[in-house]
């Protein structure tokens, strides 16, 4: 069987290739760039862009499942191609379909729906890999500047997100389910630094900044007044489910979800001088 995983040079899409590899399963990879795309030997990897649909109908020649995002160029803007895709996938034959959700529910999610396609919605929570933004900070001053110090967040490691998804997509049972993915603990901003600091070696001060300051940061990084209002409500009033435990990940792997600290550990040298 042969799996087309697309997104595949991105946070989550990299480690599902590693992990259907691993499996034993075919792996095809789709990427706008497959000369840069930096992928093991065993993939196939094929051009595509999930923005021009008919670019991807190739790829689902001869695949049984695939790993779809719903986002192109930027992470906050839904893709607007979400039933030409499912579209085509059904026409290629294909079974099973996971999606990764980014945010709320998009035209993708809402297409699969529709469709008498076998799909799994994946509904992670924050990413640890999100930490990688302070690696110029950390690195430069030794410091961490971010709002709502009080906001808890039961991050998740990346690779436990496409553990989850390589159960979904290869295995029966998850059609018609939204998996909502968490780590194993809530953490406050504070407490990620802390532990960030004991991976690196060194101390790392946390500096909240007020809701003034950060949406005057954001701005200047380019953020539009709708994302910004998305950054303020998501960290300064959490909803329940991104700081609740759930037991997703252990129930679909049989082990329980790697930590924050495993993952600073494992980043350690990105934070360092």
Known sequence: MTYLVTGATGTVGRHLVDQLLAAGHQVRALTRDPARADLPDKVEVVAGDLGDPETVAPALV????????????????????????????????????????????????????????????????????????WTESVRAEGVVREPFAHTRSALVHEADIAAVAAVALTEDGHAGRTLTITGPEALTRPEKVRLLAEAVGRPIEYIELSEAVARRRWAEEGHSQETIEFFVEVHGNAPEISYTVLPTVEELTGRPPRTFAQWAREHAHLFRD
């Open 62 to 133: 001869g695949v049984t499942g695939v790993h779809l995002i719903t986002f192109g160029d930027n992470a906050y803007t839904p893709l607007t191609t979400g039933p030409d895709l499912v579209a085509l996938a059904a026409a290629a034959g294909v079974r099973r379909v996971t999606v990764l959700q980014s945010g709320y529910p998009g035209p993708v999610e809402e297409a699969l729906a529709a469709s008498d396609l076998h799909w799994t919605r994946l509904q992670p929570v924050e990413f640890m890999a999100n930490i990688r933004d």
